[in-house]
């Protein structure tokens, strides 16, 4: 027993010997503490990560697209919609990726102030991802943005390397101006089901008044 404990003692011994002669043959450093020029760095990086993750626009798939771009349903009441169409390999699309969607940020709380319909929508397509869906809709350049007014595609702004900030904010611009004053008959239209409720009310309100306001129905009753 004494043997066996010995021989598995001097085994552990030479082990973490061992363990040690290869950490210094890698000639590994020790941690030091960062300067406040790399904390200030740091810090600085960590707010425009968190910066660009509070403001993204919503991205769409072939089959989101075209359930509520180009194939909206009765219950989808936006009327125009802002869709860019990029790829993560153009260095334009990620030079206009936050801006845009700080853009699309301030337009939608501008304009949406409407309680059952949205003036504007906006909206991504990676084309690396659905590269089908970019072709289909005419996207020969990167990046490209369209829009669509009740499914049809009206306005279209093509990129490339000449595409920078202020041209995008112009032509937005333009767009928004056109969505701020369409008239209210070229909106969506109520559903019939939230004319009907609203109906229902009407009609319960005008029973509850008619009966609260005629004494002799009470007397009877």
Known sequence: MLSCSFLTSRCCYLHLCMIGCIARAGGSEELRPLSLIEVGEAKR??????????????????????????????????????????????????????????????????????????????????????????NEQGVQAYPTFHRYTKGKHVATLTGGSGMDVERLATWLKMQMNTARVTSPQDEWNLGDGVLDILLVFGALALAIWASLSNPHLWQKL
């Open 45 to 134: 990086d960590n707010a425009i990560v968190s910066k660009h993750a509070q403001v993204q626009t919503t991205i769409l798939s072939h089959f989101t697209f075209n359930h509520n771009v180009v194939n909206p349903s009765p219950q989808n009441h936006v009327l125009h919609w802002i869709v860019g169409f990029c790829t993560n390999a153009a260095a334009s699309c990620q030079e206009l990726s936050y801006p845009f969607a700080e853009m699309a940020a301030k337009w939608e709380l501008q304009l949406n102030l409407e309680l059952l319909t949205l003036k504007v929508r906006f909206a991504t397509v990676d084309c690396t991802v659905d590269n089908m869906l970019c």
